[in-house]
């Protein structure tokens, strides 16, 4: 591929998954240099970036953002609580993990994952 | 015979312009991501990162509203049309362009807002919010440079005594000791202003942000996906390309050719290439050091260049 943008989605997180995201893009890791960019609409880009466990209030727009991205798409969920709800598992307001609501491509592990192995991810994807 | 071997002769000339103007747009667009980059302390996308994007963009799947009308579908086309006209008859490359009788500045003015207004369109027409909100942004900001384009265009033939762009860059070759006037030197630093806010570049318009409030041309294309996008990401670089192709031209023609020979064509492409890079790097590099300024102050900056045309006019009188 060679060329990924991505479309950032918070279902729910505790936000450190996105001081990671922000520093993997930022002059530090610089993501970029692989041909990965964050875009402002879903309709931009190829891949959509879900943090967090999926929370009530989140469940339909997450659907909606991932319908709205033009195929061949990817979903990359980021940090444990994407991947199984982390230590929200079981609270009132969470819905479930992400691959409970749309169907997760790649998943990256941690509690927050660390920059590198995000980046390894999205090359993992990109190819480069 | 002669007049045969000339309508080839500038048939390829102006192929060579829309090529170079095609994939040299977003060539350009990548060399300036690079430079701010590297400013930045980031190493940065490589240069030919968006053609890379455009290419894959091409291959997605077409994406569009359910409310939205044929004009959503025309706009990335017309876009991409108006400005591979223009390129043909500018003389980018070549003082002998085809239909150079037709390469007039009010020409090429109008035939870019073609795309830009169908663009503005399409940002309504996809029925968003921020479509709207962004199309209004970018026709304020283009009624305002309107003025002041026109003004430095009155500025800029009366030494040609022409508004035909070959004849002004002829009179200009022709005539070395009046490249550095007073008046052309006010048109040409108001038409640089023009440009950067018709390119929706920094400080008018950030072309790295996604924050919606703050954006004005990316607002408008929020809902293009695949090769709709494709189109609308080439036609913004090619149009960047060409108004940069145009100033180069005007500021410093030399090494424009002056026929259609296969030498000549050489050599001008090779210089304007190397102009744009220059102003192109320039620009970025003025970029990093500006921060984009608040809407309501981008009049100021418009009436800025007004001004400045304006003198570009009185001191063209007055010099007389």
């Given at each position: 591929?060679?060329?990924?943008?991505?479309?950032?989605?918070?279902?729910?997180s505790?936000?450190?998954?996105?001081?990671?995201?922000?520093?993997?893009?930022?002059?530090?890791?610089?993501?970029?240099?692989?041909?990965?960019?964050?875009?402002?609409?879903?309709?931009?880009?190829?891949?959509?970036?879900?943090?967090?466990?999926v929370?009530?209030?989140?469940?339909?727009?997450?659907?909606?953002?991932?319908?709205?991205?033009?195929?061949?798409?990817?979903?990359?969920?980021?940090?444990?609580?994407?991947?199984?709800?982390?230590?929200?598992r079981?609270?009132?307001?969470?819905?479930?993990?992400?691959?409970?609501?749309?169907?997760?491509?790649?998943?990256?592990?941690?509690?927050?994952?660390?920059?590198?192995?995000?980046?390894?991810?999205?090359?993992?994807?990109?190819?480069? | 015979?002669?007049?045969i071997?000339?309508?080839?002769?500038?048939?390829?000339?102006?192929?060579?312009?829309?090529?170079?103007?095609?994939?040299?747009g977003?060539?350009?667009?990548?060399?300036?991501?690079?430079?701010?980059?590297?400013?930045?302390?980031?190493v940065?996308?490589?240069?030919?990162?968006?053609?890379?994007?455009i290419?894959?963009?091409?291959?997605?799947?077409?994406?569009?509203?359910d409310?939205?009308?044929?004009?959503?579908?025309?706009?990335?086309?017309?876009?991409?049309?108006?400005v591979?006209?223009?390129?043909a008859?500018?003389?980018?490359?070549?003082?002998?362009?085809?239909?150079?009788?037709?390469?007039d500045?009010?020409?090429?003015?109008?035939?870019?807002?073609?795309?830009s207004?169908?663009?503005?369109?399409?940002?309504?027409?996809?029925?968003?919010?921020?479509?709207?909100?962004?199309?209004s942004?970018?026709?304020?900001?283009?009624?305002?440079?309107?003025?002041?384009?026109?003004?430095?265009?009155?500025?800029?033939?009366?030494?040609?005594?022409?508004?035909?762009?070959?004849?002004?860059?002829?009179?200009?070759?022709?005539?070395?000791?009046?490249?550095?006037?007073?008046?052309?030197?006010?048109?040409?630093?108001?038409?640089?202003?023009?440009?950067?806010?018709?390119?929706?570049?920094?400080?008018?318009?950030?072309?790295?942000?996604?924050?919606?409030?703050?954006m004005?041309?990316?607002a408008?294309?929020?809902?293009?996906?695949?090769?709709?996008?494709?189109?609308?990401?080439?036609g913004?670089?090619?149009?960047?390309t060409?108004?940069?192709?145009?100033?180069?031209?005007?500021?410093?023609?030399?090494?424009?050719?002056?026929s259609?020979?296969?030498?000549?064509?050489?050599?001008g492409?090779?210089?304007?290439?190397?102009?744009?890079?220059?102003?192109?790097?320039?620009?970025?590099?003025?970029?990093?050091?500006?921060a984009?300024?608040?809407?309501?102050?981008?009049?100021?900056?418009?009436?800025?260049?007004?001004?400045?045309?304006?003198?570009?006019?009185?001191?063209?009188?007055?010099?007389?």
């Open positions: 591929m060679g060329s990924l943008q991505l479309r950032h989605v918070d279902a729910g505790c936000n450190g998954c996105e001081i990671e995201i922000a520093s993997v893009f930022g002059p530090v890791y610089d993501a970029e240099r692989f041909g990965t960019r964050l875009v402002a609409s879903p309709r931009h880009a190829d891949g959509v970036l879900v943090t967090g466990p929370t009530r209030n989140m469940a339909v727009p997450l659907k909606k953002t991932v319908e709205a991205t033009p195929q061949p798409r990817v979903v990359i969920a980021v940090g444990d609580c994407a991947h199984d709800c982390g230590v929200f079981g609270g009132y307001g969470v819905v479930g993990s992400v691959n409970d609501v749309v169907p997760v491509d790649v998943s990256i592990p941690g509690c927050p994952p660390h920059p590198t192995a995000i980046i390894e991810a999205l090359r993992g994807i990109t190819r480069r | 015979m002669s007049t071997s000339h309508v080839i002769g500038t048939g390829i000339s102006s192929a060579v312009q829309v090529a170079v103007v095609a994939v040299g977003p060539v350009l667009v990548g060399v300036m991501r690079k430079v701010r980059c590297r400013l930045e302390g980031r940065g996308p490589p240069v030919l990162q968006p053609l890379v994007d290419r894959k963009l091409f291959r997605k799947q077409r994406f569009r509203p409310q939205a009308t044929w004009i959503f579908t025309l706009a990335p086309v017309m876009l991409v049309a108006t591979v006209v223009a390129a008859i500018t003389p980018l490359v070549t003082t002998h362009p085809a239909l150079r009788a037709s390469s500045l009010f020409v090429l003015v109008y035939l870019l807002l073609v795309g207004t169908l663009l503005a369109l399409a940002g309504l027409d996809a029925g968003t919010a921020f479509g709207g909100m962004g199309s942004r970018a026709v304020t900001i283009g009624a305002l440079a309107e003025p002041a384009l026109l003004v430095t265009i009155l500025a800029l033939s009366t030494t040609a005594h022409s508004s035909n762009l070959p004849a002004i860059v002829s009179a200009i070759l022709a005539h070395p000791e009046s490249v550095a006037t007073p008046q052309r030197l006010f048109a040409l630093g108001a038409l640089l202003i023009v440009i950067v806010a018709e390119s929706g570049r920094l400080p008018v318009d950030n072309p790295a942000t996604h924050l919606e409030l703050t004005v041309h990316e408008m294309i929020l809902e293009y996906a695949g090769p709709d996008l494709a189109l609308v990401t080439v913004e670089a090619m149009r960047l060409l108004l940069l192709g145009i100033f180069v031209n005007l500021v410093a023609p030399w090494g424009v050719a002056t259609t020979s296969v030498s000549g064509v050489v050599v492409l090779a210089s304007v290439v190397a102009k744009v890079a220059v102003v192109g790097v320039f620009l970025a590099v003025f970029e990093v050091f500006i984009k300024v608040r809407l309501f102050r981008v009049p100021e900056l418009l009436a800025g260049a007004f001004v400045l045309a304006l003198l570009g006019v009185v001191s063209g009188l007055v010099a007389k």
